[in-house]
């Protein structure tokens, strides 16, 4: 089945830690994406990535890093400077980026991630 | 800051009925609009996309673009209890492909 795996489905950090947020997947997608989802919000995008080895900041990255090494894989990272990390973590992927009106946006199944 | 707006609800739709659900952008250039289907707890998924002026039906539901006014709208007919979720807005600009979301609209189908 082709698909947007993300993991774990749920994540505790304590206070100070760094933890890792996988996304993969086998849709032979060239973008990805990172969005935060608070409580009666709607999604913010922390990261995104157009081809392998390069990402660029969303609307609210800091605390945040990515990497890109693989098409298949956007792993994000919850650094210890992100002070309300609580929240939906949301991977999603397209085909392309630029120049297609018709692009769409496919989600992954999310990871929960909360403060001890 | 480009919006996109939603009323947040609950909008508690008859079983059967139409359940209507407005959406408003901020940025004139926009040209795509998507709306997902989030269930509580769930990641949101595609039911609808629309480019052009005017109405696109599939199957039970309905978009509907005006450019001009700068709203798109989503219609569900025959509403089921199954389709209680939370409705989201997504616009794209004339950029790469970020979306803009909005907060989302409840819907409340009761029997």
């Known amino acids: 089945d082709g698909g947007i795996t993300q993991s774990p489905k749920y994540l505790f950090r304590k206070e100070g830690q760094n933890v890792t947020l996988s996304c993969e997947q086998n849709l032979n997608h060239d973008a990805m994406y990172w969005y935060r989802q608070d409580p009666g919000q709607g999604l913010r995008l922390i990261y995104y990535?157009?081809?392998?080895?390069?990402?660029q900041k969303g609307d609210i990255a800091e605390g945040y890093s990515v990497s890109r090494e693989k098409k298949e894989s956007f792993p994000l990272t919850v650094t210890s400077a992100q002070k309300n990390p609580t929240a939906f973590y949301l991977c999603a992927s397209s085909i392309t980026v630029s120049g297609q009106l018709q692009e769409t946006q496919y989600f992954g199944p999310g990871t929960r991630l909360l403060v001890l | 800051q480009k919006e996109v707006e939603q009323n947040s609800g609950p909008l508690s739709v008859p079983e059967g009925a139409i359940a209507s659900l407005n959406c408003t952008y901020s940025d004139r250039v926009s040209q795509s609009f998507f709306w997902y289907r989030q269930y509580s707890g769930k990641s949101p998924e595609l039911i609808m996309s629309?480019?052009?002026?005017g109405d696109k039906e599939d199957g039970r539901f309905t978009a509907q673009l005006n450019k001009a006014s700068q709203y798109v709208s989503l219609l569900i007919r025959d509403s089921q209890p199954s389709d209680s979720a939370t409705y989201l807005c997504a616009v794209r600009g004339d950029s790469w492909g970020k979306l803009q979301f909005g907060a989302g609209t409840q819907v409340v189908v009761t029997p």
């Open positions: 990535s157009q081809i392998v080895n390069d990402f």
């Open positions: 629309i480019y052009s002026n």
